[in-house]
């Protein structure tokens, strides 16, 4: 079972990407020396690619945790026109 769950906008995002969308690294820098160094495992596979395309349901798994990619369907709230058709 995951540690935390992150929501993305828009899949697929590559693996530094996540790193840094869920504030595990400071920067790009510091994800490729991370992952590079062997730190990183996707789907409990050791991934040294910073630019791996992480899919809705890969897990990541960082720092003796784990972290669940989930596609965010509503990424930004709907607009009153979208709200006015729903109703």
């Known amino acids: ?18 790193l840094k969308l869920a504030e595990l690294v400071q920067d790009g820098m510091e994800a490729k020396i991370r992952i590079q160094a062997g730190e990183v495992s996707v789907n ?6 910073r630019g791996r395309q992480l899919h809705n349901g890969d897990r990541v798994h960082f720092a003796g945790r784990q972290w669940l990619v989930d596609e965010d369907t509503y990424p930004c709230p709907p607009s009153p026109a979208a709200r006015m058709e729903r109703e």
């Open 1 to 18: 079972m995951p540690d935390q769950t992150i929501k993305v906008a828009k899949l697929p995002i590559r693996l530094g990407q996540f």
């Open 44 to 49: 409990g596979s050791l991934e040294t690619r």
